[in-house]
Structures are given as structure tokens and as C-alpha cells.
């Protein structure tokens, strides 16, 4: 008969059971600290390599992929009306394949040498660079063989979906567009699928985590590895989940707190010696900005070094130590021995390696030398971040706020008014489920569009386009109108311009749509108004956009190319949505146009900060954006 426990000894079992937990947590945090500490030289000068080799050469590879992607399908650009033709003809997904194959061995690449350097040091061995180097082209070697094909999905899909626990500057990331993270966070149903997924990916990923030692250290397949590292796990699952998880909150902290501590002394000093005297706001923020920057450089390059250090700790735990160096590939521990004729050999490809990519970027980005103009703000749907969206309330804030630009959306009424609001039914901002296009003007205007809102909204209503024209036009205001609609709407376009030239506003508005048809429409309707194609994927040549005298893209697709390119063509770039500051100075730096966000005051403020200049400086915030992006 099973032994049953009191309330007491659950407690004394759970006390005891927590209290090893944490000595075996501290004597994990100093098995990494000895790791580190001993092969840190050798570790930051492999990952800096790395991430310099990849940057280069991700760039130019996915520049490539993208030219060739096009010439094969015979399109200029790439964007939603012409994504489904190119994604899935046959020789793209040849080409997204050898894409995704050479971003793997990069990866996997700089993680076998990082392993390979924290092995050694567990048997007590010091590394060098050949040694390091070695070991990731032989991992690379093995992982072309077919029966280890799994590996790519594992590397390129796992660890990018979780978005924890980077073990490569290099591995790549999956960023979700703004705009999807707003639907997910807007949408209770969509929140929590997401979630569900999200943990259940981690503990997928928990459980084969050491399936990466196995194949890197041992001669075994991908597929025998993962069986490994499962039987690794058991009966160590939940000390391995906590570990990270500990060791992930820790080494956020320590990161957050050296990189404000530096920036703050920096900031001191240099206020003292220089005799800086800019009020405290101005302090506060440009603090906050410069820490961001500075916390997600140091992110890319010790957080690969320590979540592999904490993998080798791990993963020698759990082996049997009676067994560990049975069981390991004799080629783990094998220091290769660092020869004249090696590293001169290794110089020379360098020295060709980085006069090409060189010649390379200067052809590419010489226009980068010139200074670039301030952008505008764009209150996208209003100031929806203190006042309901689509609302005459939102727009008479944005107003208050000094822009220049509003952005609202358009759908159509059964009695034929045009009317502000984003969806195709009222539930979201009302709570009662009425499609537009179904009922009348009269009928939307009983329901209440701003009470879910805290403030005083209890009794705010749906505008129709042309208040908000007329309001737009006393104030001096530009407005970007996307036409949504609905397929049943009869004479849509032709009624959202009629209200545009009752309005008198043909030359401060621009038609933007994401249905390249309804923008066709407009086109044939009326030429001479100014059209934008909404694009949430933008690549290539899209200053040859037909019916569209600017772009309006998301703000993942912004690059310096892009811009200039259509500033070449006579043609403006509006960017969105753009909520977080801390991505405007790059942005501005990509001479962008027109920024539109939810959140208008802080992107404003955020504007008039940024540096405008060209020249050095501009190549140092876009260069410090991509680096900064690396860990996201």
C-alpha cells in the first residue's frame, strides 16, 4: 500500500527538492562562468567573424535570390498580387530551398565551433580558431548528407519560431510584421493559439535540445541525435526548462543593467568634459535609445556564448561521465594544430573575401553619403492611441499635435454613404455585430464607437469621409484614404471620389488600397489623383508599380535602396506602422517620407531627435539597426 504523505512532509519534500534544485543551478552558472571566462578571447573573435561573414553575405545572397526569383517568374517586383506566382513556381522553390540550405550551415556553422570550444574546455583542453573552424565545417559536411536533411527545419524553424535561447549571432529570424502582432494581440482568439503554439514549441524544443551536441559531437545522424537527447531527457526535462529559463532571465538582466550603466556613465562624462547641457527630458531619452542599441549588440554577441557554454554544462551532466569520452566523436577533442601555411592561406581568402564585398557595398551604397530629409508623421486611423480609431475625436488630436497627415480607412454603407472605419462589421469597436455593407448610415450611428475606451467616448459615432475632408481641410491637413469595401458595394471608387472633389480635397489626398484592382479602378476613374499601393511585401523594382504614384509599405520591407530607387522614379515612401522609436532613427536614415503610426506623439518626438546627416553617420545608425536586429 503506497506510503501517504502529510501536508508536512509534502512541504519538507518540496523544500528539499527546491534547495537542490538551486545548488544545482549555481553549480550550473559556474560551470558556464569557467567556460567562458577561459576560452572568451578565442569565443568573441569566432562569433565577431561569424557575424561579419554573415551579414555580408546574407545580404548579397538574399539580393540575389530575389533578382533571380523575379527574372525567372518575369516580374519586376514582388508584391501581394503577384506573391502566390512567385512563391510557388517550381524553380523559385529550387532557389528558396539552396536559400535556406547555405542560411543553416551558417548557423550551424558558428554553433559547432562555439560547442567545439566548450567541449574542450570541459576535458580540460584549450581551443584555437583553425580548431574552431574545423569543427564547424565538418559539422556542415555531415549536415548535407540526406538522412540529416531534418536538421535544416530544426535550425530554420524551431529555434526562429521560439525566438529564445539564440545559439548563433547568424541563426535566422522569423519577425513577425507589426501588423501582424497587433492582429494576434487584438484578436482573444488568435492570442491564444498563438500562446498554446508558442509553449508547446518550447517544450518541443526543450526536449531535443541536445540533439545539436549529439550531431556536432558525435558521428550519429540528426535523427539518432534527437533520440539521444530525448532519452538525455529524461527524468532532467523540467531541471533543463527551468535552467534556461532562469539562465535567460539573469542574463537579460545582467545585459540590461551593464548597458544602461554604461550609457549612463558615458553620458555623464561626456556631459562634463564637453559641457553638454541638454535638459533632462532630452537626457532620458536619447539614454533610453542609445541602451536599446547598445543592449542588443551585446546580446548578439555573449548570448551565443553563453547559451552554448550552458548546453556543453548540460549536456556533460547528463551523459554518464564513465561513458562521456566513449561516446564522443574522437575528432571533438582533436586541437587543430594552427600551421604558417593555414593561416596565410586563410589571410588571402579573407583579404580576396573582403576586397570583393567591399567594392561591393561602396558601388552599392555611395548614395549613403548624402544628408536626408526629416519625415512626416502620419496619425494612422488618428491619434487611435488616446482617442477611439476612425473617429472624428482621434483626428480633431491628431490635429491638436501639429501633423501634417492623417490615415483612415473607407467601407461603404447599404444607402450608399462612405464611412471611417477598418473592418467590414462595427463589432470590434462597438461590441455589436453589424456588417456595413448590410445596414444603413442611420443604423451605424445608433451604436456607440469609442465607450469601450476609457475617457469621456461614451457617445461617439461613426464619421462619414466627408467630415473628416472638411475637418482635414480647415486644418491644413494631408489624408490617405485606403479604400476596404466590400465586393458587393456598388459604384464604391466612383462614390469615394465624388466626396473627395465635393470636398474641394483632390490635391491633399492620396488613394491607397492593399486590392490592386480597386487602385486600377481609381486609376480609370480619375488619373490625375494621387494613388499609393499598399503593400505588406515589397521587393524589388517598385518604382515600376503600375497606378501607383507612391508606395505605402510596411515598415520590415523599408531599405535604402528602396528609397532611393523611388525617389529616382519622382516618387514618395510611406512607411507603417510604426509604434516602437526605436526603429525610426533608421528610418529617417533610409529617407523615408512619410512615417505612420497609432502612436503619434512619441514617433514625433522620436522624429525630431533623429540625425539627418549623411555621410558616416548614416551608415553607422543603419549599420547599428541591423546589428540590433540580429537577436530579435
Request: charged share 20%; hydrophobic share 45%; glycine share 4%.
Amino acid at each position: 500500500m503506497p506510503e501517504t504523505l502529510s501536508f508536512k512532509g509534502i512541504c519538507k519534500k518540496c523544500k528539499d527538492q527546491t534547495t537542490r534544485f538551486f545548488k544545482r543551478f549555481l553549480n550550473f552558472l559556474r560551470g558556464i562562468w569557467i567556460l567562458f571566462k577561459q576560452s572568451f578571447r578565442v569565443v568573441m573573435l569566432f562569433i565577431l567573424l561569424c557575424s561579419v561573414f554573415t551579414i555580408m553575405a546574407t545580404s548579397v545572397l538574399k539580393d540575389l535570390l530575389i533578382t533571380l526569383m523575379m527574372k525567372v517568374t518575369g516580374v519586376e517586383y514582388i508584391v501581394p498580387a503577384n506573391l502566390s506566382h512567385v512563391l510557388f513556381n517550381p524553380i523559385s522553390i529550387v532557389l528558396m530551398i539552396i536559400f535556406a540550405v547555405i542560411v543553416t550551415l551558417m548557423s550551424l556553422f558558428e554553433i559547432a565551433g562555439l560547442l567545439h570550444a566548450f567541449s574542450m574546455g570541459q576535458a580540460g583542453r584549450t581551443t584555437n580558431l583553425m580548431s574552431m573552424f574545423a569543427a564547424g565545417l565538418r559539422a556542415c559536411r555531415k549536415a548535407l548528407h540526406p538522412k540529416n536533411w531534418f536538421l535544416i527545419v530544426f535550425i530554420l524553424v524551431l529555434f526562429p519560431l521560439t525566438r529564445v535561447f539564440p545559439l548563433a549571432t547568424s541563426t535566422f529570424k522569423l519577425i513577425l510584421p507589426g501588423f501582424v502582432d497587433q492582429t494576434i494581440d487584438y484578436t482573444k482568439g488568435l492570442n491564444v493559439v498563438y500562446w498554446i503554439g508558442y509553449i508547446a514549441l518550447i517544450l518541443i524544443l526543450t526536449v531535443y535540445l541536445f540533439s545539436i551536441n549529439s550531431f556536432v559531437m558525435q558521428k550519429d545522424s540528426f535523427i539518432k541525435s534527437c533520440t539521444r537527447s530525448r532519452h538525455l531527457e529524461r527524468g532532467h526535462f523540467v531541471e533543463t526548462l527551468l535552467s534556461l529559463i532562469l539562465l535567460t532571465i539573469i542574463l537579460n538582466f545582467t545585459i540590461n543593467s551593464i548597458s544602461s550603466i554604461i550609457v549612463i556613465n558615458w553620458n555623464e562624462a561626456t556631459s562634463m568634459l564637453l559641457g553638454n547641457s541638454k535638459n533632462i527630458i532630452f537626457k532620458a531619452e536619447n539614454v533610453g535609445t542609445s541602451t536599446y542599441l547598445l543592449r542588443q549588440i551585446l546580446k548578439s554577441f555573449i548570448s551565443p556564448a553563453v547559451n552554448n557554454a550552458a548546453l556543453a554544462v548540460l549536456f556533460y551532466r547528463y551523459v554518464d561521465e564513465r561513458d562521456m569520452l566513449l561516446t564522443l566523436s574522437k575528432d571533438t577533442f582533436k586541437a587543430k594544430k594552427t600551421s604558417w601555411k593555414g593561416v596565410i592561406a586563410f589571410l588571402i581568402v579573407l583579404a580576396v573575401f573582403s576586397s570583393v564585398t567591399s567594392v561591393y557595398w561602396i558601388n552599392r551604397y555611395a548614395f549613403l553619403f548624402e544628408p536626408v530629409d526629416q519625415p512626416l508623421v502620419c496619425a494612422h486611423r488618428g491619434d487611435n492611441v488616446n482617442a477611439p480609431e476612425n473617429t472624428m475625436e482621434a483626428f480633431e488630436l491628431a490635429a491638436s499635435e501639429n501633423l501634417e497627415w492623417i490615415e483612415l480607412d473607407v467601407h461603404q454603407t447599404s444607402d450608399g454613404v462612405i464611412i471611417c472605419n477598418h473592418d467590414s462589421t462595427i463589432k470590434r469597436v462597438t461590441g455589436v455585430n453589424l456588417s456595413i455593407h448590410d445596414h444603413t448610415y442611420e443604423e451605424l450611428t445608433a451604436c456607440e464607437f469609442g465607450s469601450w475606451m476609457p475617457g469621456n467616448y461614451e457617445h461617439v459615432v461613426v464619421p462619414t469621409l466627408a467630415e473628416v475632408l472638411l475637418f482635414a481641410k480647415e486644418n491644413d491637413m494631408h489624408v490617405q484614404v485606403e479604400l476596404k469595401g466590400h465586393a458587393d458595394d456598388v459604384n464604391f471608387e466612383e462614390n469615394v471620389l465624388q466626396v473627395i472633389n465635393d470636398t474641394g480635397m483632390h490635391d491633399n489626398v492620396m488613394v491607397i488600397a492593399q486590392d490592386l484592382s480597386r487602385l486600377q479602378r481609381v486609376n480609370e476613374l480619375d488619373p490625375t489623383i494621387t494613388k499609393a499601393y499598399c503593400v505588406v511585401v515589397g521587393l524589388g523594382d517598385l518604382e515600376h508599380l503600375e497606378c501607383s504614384d507612391n508606395i505605402s509599405i510596411e515598415e520590415s520591407y523599408i531599405t535604402p535602396e528602396l528609397v532611393r530607387d523611388m525617389h529616382a522614379q519622382g516618387k514618395k515612401v510611406f512607411c507603417w506602422t510604426v509604434d516602437n522609436d526605436d526603429t525610426v532613427q533608421y528610418l529617417v536614415s533610409c529617407d523615408v517620407d512619410v512615417i505612420g503610426t497609432d502612436n503619434p506623439m512619441l514617433i514625433s518626438n522620436a522624429v525630431e531627435k533623429s540625425d539627418c546627416s549623411g555621410g558616416i553617420t548614416r551608415i553607422f545608425h543603419i549599420v547599428l539597426h541591423v546589428i540590433a536586429n540580429m537577436d530579435k
